[in-house]
């Protein structure tokens, strides 16, 4: 079964940090990079930040030197570490398969939502 559950979203001042976790099903997680991808009201689904199996990684200019991705193989897990958050990165985060030449697929799931307000 297909499935990706994304969690550690909340709300977070300027500056501040989180770390969100994606738990994905193993027959996703062992075969393909995996990526960050978030959602902001009223604009298209972006991919933020990427990891091959065997990590390396890429990301998005807006993200870059903030936003660290990781994987853990062994706990089918993906990780995204943000650090110094602006307002602009309120949106609604979302794991799938993704980096250069990789799309994601048509299975998403629920998200977790990140609000960076004072």
């Known amino acids: 079964q297909v499935q990706l559950v994304e969690s550690g979203g909340g709300l977070v001042q300027p500056g501040g940090s989180l770390r969100l976790s994606c738990a994905a099903s193993?027959?996703?997680?062992?075969?393909?990079?995996m990526g960050w991808y978030r959602q902001a009201p009223g604009r298209q689904r972006e991919l933020v930040a990427a990891?091959?199996?065997?990590?390396?990684?890429t990301y998005a200019d807006s993200v870059k030197g903030r936003f660290t991705i990781s994987r853990d193989n062994a706990k089918n897990t993906v990780y995204l570490q943000m650090n110094t958050l602006k307002p602009e990165d309120t949106a609604v985060y979302y794991c799938?398969?993704?980096?250069?030449?990789?799309?994601?697929?048509?299975?998403w799931g629920q998200g977790t939502q990140v609000t960076v307000s004072s």
């Open positions: 799938n398969t993704g980096g250069p030449g990789v799309f994601p697929l048509s299975n």
């Open positions: 193993r027959i996703i997680f062992s075969v393909n990079a």
């Open positions: 990891i091959t199996r065997g990590g390396s990684t």
